[in-house]
């Protein structure tokens, strides 16, 4: 069994910065792509970022610049560290890493649960 916690989140100040992490845990063989995903309200599920088990990043188009993803492979976690926010940051916030398993030796896509960030005076 494969959980992925994530801490983090909250409200802050336009402008403010926030750190979110994620942590993979379980019957772990190897974690290929991590990523984070929002959802605000009332809209679909967006790209936030991802990473590669090598370092490669990708970024969605409004958070370049001012997000960053990184990864621990020795902690199986992923972190993302988001500054200059803005209103529009304002969503639920999920983790998203593709694991294989102990059990099955075959790579399969994890959620975490989400978390709330608010960006509000």
């Known amino acids: 069994q494969v959980q992925l916690m994530v801490s983090g989140g909250g409200l802050v100040q336009p402008g403010g910065s926030l750190r979110l992490s994620c942590a993979a845990s379980?019957?772990?063989?190897?974690?290929?792509?991590m990523g984070w995903y929002r959802q605000a309200s009332g809209k679909a599920r967006e790209l936030v970022a991802t990473?590669?088990?090598?370092?490669?990043?990708n970024y969605g188009g409004s958070v370049k610049g001012r997000f960053t993803i990184s990864r621990d492979n020795a902690k199986n976690t992923v972190y993302l560290e988001m500054n200059s926010l803005k209103p529009e940051d304002t969503a639920v916030y999920y983790c998203?890493?593709?694991?294989?398993?102990?059990?099955?030796?075959?790579?399969?896509?994890?959620w975490g649960q989400g978390t709330q960030v608010t960006v509000s005076s």
């Open positions: 379980g019957s772990i063989f190897s974690i290929r792509a």
């Open positions: 998203n890493a593709e694991i294989v398993g102990l059990v099955t030796y075959q790579g399969r896509d994890y």
């Open positions: 990473i590669t088990s090598g370092g490669s990043t």
